[in-house]
């Protein structure tokens, strides 16, 4: 097993994560399921394939009809502190301490504590992020910006640790071999450093699982969780995670994650721009699933999102499961009294009941100054902790329903917007962060994928824009990418370094232009040399520690 040296600066922080015991546990979780995790995303290549080579569609599988018959089962209650979670904060990157500790001193009742979409996974990151994890879990995290202490961990909002998604390795972690998956990683350091005292304090482990495909990785999962548990000691079901349903494959086998994850369950989350990626990502190549300008024509009104919205709600309570929104990435202004401010407001509230009337039993904000505002909006418009008891027996949903495109086409506003966006996400990854402010609202790589998704596909099928009929070709997008780079440089509070923008707008290039759609832009970037040799620190020569027990 190899480990690389401590970034600079985190020597001590690196010493208390990578103990003799936790390297041992991760080397054995890690070698015990590499083989499994491998199944799993060759089956993801393979099911694209299938779809491609037949031309079909998915619908809800024959073959597993007898999970969705059985009326009787249900997942396991969770915990007190789940049942009443109106709303999470979204995106928090654990690594920024300020605002980690800030959510710890928020009213929110959860904290989505991420290291995926709202994160940079650089090692620098990894470590910091972590460690600063394990230091609130024992509560050793003290605010040096405000005169607020920082509450107990069983008083503080409940940390919703999201691990990295499948599709990502750490290249600081060798483990026989091989590349470490960045998820087993982070899951594995946090379960093995604060799993049991999360328990021991009524506060967890609880989880957020990004970017599933099938309910055969909510399977590989649920085996992790009870190996963990085992190894922990600590009972079954005590791990609790949350699906993040934002992938359009999943959308068909709800339930049977579901089961797979009966005893370890806190239920689906919806996630409007990965899903909606990844159409263009599954079908994209076709013209049937044209996904047309999201700026103007896509939102959780239309029907194919609120399809989905209403099936997961449905599904969730039919199963006892607790039903999660999306998240509000508007930022409100600073002034109160300022008339944006209320315009903010108004917008997010509009959209966030919304999903109270759909049945929604929580959803996330970026803003901390939305918690108490979407707070009361849930007490004024439900009764109880949660809306487990709205069965939304209305509902019906086809397979028509949830793979319905909206109609509409491509303004060149909405083209410029996307490519703005994926431009400055690469800027930012180059930089070491994993979102950016743009435009009053917070960016992260779940709105990198649908703007890069689009870019690409507008290309592929040569698609003429609403303004003026000029075609989205190569040369017009290379020669908006060119009037972005000046705009940002010269305009763009968001970009106070700007030496990255000219690198970070060729690889934005490169990725819209491929033959064939890479299918996550944050593996295309983790494995790209320009990001690694950005990220040089911990990057040296590599330290060999040597694991003795009985399986080597």
């Known amino acids: 097993m190899e480990v690389s040296p401590p970034p600079s600066g985190l020597e001590a922080e690196y010493e208390s994560l990578f103990t003799a015991d936790s390297l041992l546990f991760l080397h054995e979780l890690i070698s015990t399921f590499a083989e499994e995790v491998d199944e799993v995303l060759w089956l993801r290549v393979s099911r694209k394939a299938h779809l491609d080579l037949s031309g079909g569609l998915p619908s809800f599988l024959e073959h597993t009809a007898h999970i969705r018959r059985d009326a009787a089962w249900r997942?396991?209650?969770?915990?007190?502190?789940?049942?009443?979670?109106?709303?999470?904060?979204?995106?928090?990157?654990?690594?920024?301490?300020?605002?980690?500790?800030?959510?710890?001193?928020?009213?929110?009742?959860?904290?989505?504590?991420?290291?995926?979409?709202?994160?940079?996974?650089?090692?620098?990151?990894q470590v910091k992020g972590i460690h600063n994890v394990l230091r609130a879990v024992y509560n050793q995290l003290h605010s040096e910006w405000v005169s607020l202490d920082v509450p107990h961990i069983s008083q503080a909002p409940v940390l919703m640790l999201r691990p990295r998604a499948w599709n990502m390795v750490e290249h600081n972690m060798m483990v026989e071999g091989r590349e470490a998956p960045g998820p087993l990683f982070d899951f594995g350091l946090l379960m093995f450093h604060c799993g049991r005292t999360l328990f021991e304090n009524k506060s967890g482990p609880f989880l957020y699982l990004s970017k599933v495909e099938s309910f055969m990785e909510a399977r590989l999962w649920n085996k992790i969780f009870v190996w963990t548990q085992q190894k922990l000691g600590l009972p079954l079901g005590s791990i609790k995670a949350s699906v993040l349903i934002e992938n359009v494959l999943t959308a068909f086998e709800m339930e049977e994650i579901l089961y797979e994850l009966r005893h370890h369950s806190a239920g689906l989350n919806c996630g409007l721009w990965d899903y909606s990626a990844s159409f263009v990502s599954k079908f994209g190549h076709r013209q049937a699933f044209l996904l047309p300008d999201r700026r103007k024509y896509v939102n959780m009104e239309k029907r194919f999102l609120r399809s989905y919205m209403d099936l997961l709600v449905q599904t969730c309570h039919r199963r006892g499961a607790l039903a999660t929104g999306g998240m509000a990435a508007l930022l409100l202004p600073q002034d109160q009294l300022h008339e944006s401010y209320k315009t903010v407001l108004a917008a997010v509230t509009r959209l966030k009941l919304l999903e109270i009337k759909a049945g929604v039993d929580g959803f996330m904000v970026y803003d901390l100054g939305l918690i108490e505002p979407m707070q009361k909006l849930f007490q004024l418009h439900t009764d109880g902790d949660n809306q487990l008891h709205c069965l939304r027996n209305d509902v019906t949903v086809?397979?028509?329903?949830?793979?319905?495109?909206?109609?509409?086409?491509?303004?060149?506003?909405?083209?410029?917007?996307?490519?703005?966006?994926?431009?400055?996400?690469?800027?930012?990854?180059?930089?070491?962060?994993?979102?950016?402010?743009?435009?009053?609202?917070?960016?992260?790589?779940?709105?990198?994928?649908?703007s890069r998704s689009q870019v690409w596909q507008w290309i592929r099928h040569q698609i003429q824009l609403e303004d003026d009929s000029r075609v989205v070709s190569r040369r017009l997008v290379a020669e908006l990418t060119e009037e972005v780079k000046v705009e940002l440089s010269s305009v763009c509070p968001s970009v106070r370094d700007k030496r990255n923008l000219p690198t970070a707008a060729d690889m934005f290039l490169e990725v819209v232009l491929k033959r064939d759609f890479p299918e996550f832009i944050t593996t295309y970037l983790n494995q790209d040399h320009t990001f690694l040799s950005s990220q040089s620190t911990g990057q040296v020569e590599a330290l060999d520690i040597h694991i003795h027990h009985p399986k080597l």
């Open 398 to 450: 086809t397979p028509e329903d949830l793979l319905s495109m909206p109609s509409g086409g491509v303004t060149l506003y909405g083209l410029k917007y996307n490519i703005t966006v994926g431009v400055l996400f690469i800027n930012a990854w180059l930089s070491g962060n994993g979102l950016f402010f743009y435009r009053g609202q917070v960016e992260d790589s779940a709105t990198a994928e649908i």
């Open 75 to 125: 997942v396991m209650p969770v915990p007190p502190r789940l049942q009443r979670r109106h709303v999470d904060i979204g995106d928090l990157a654990p690594c920024n301490t300020q605002h980690f500790i800030k959510a710890l001193q928020s009213p929110a009742q959860g904290i989505q504590v991420d290291f995926d979409d709202g994160n940079c996974p650089t090692f620098y990151n």
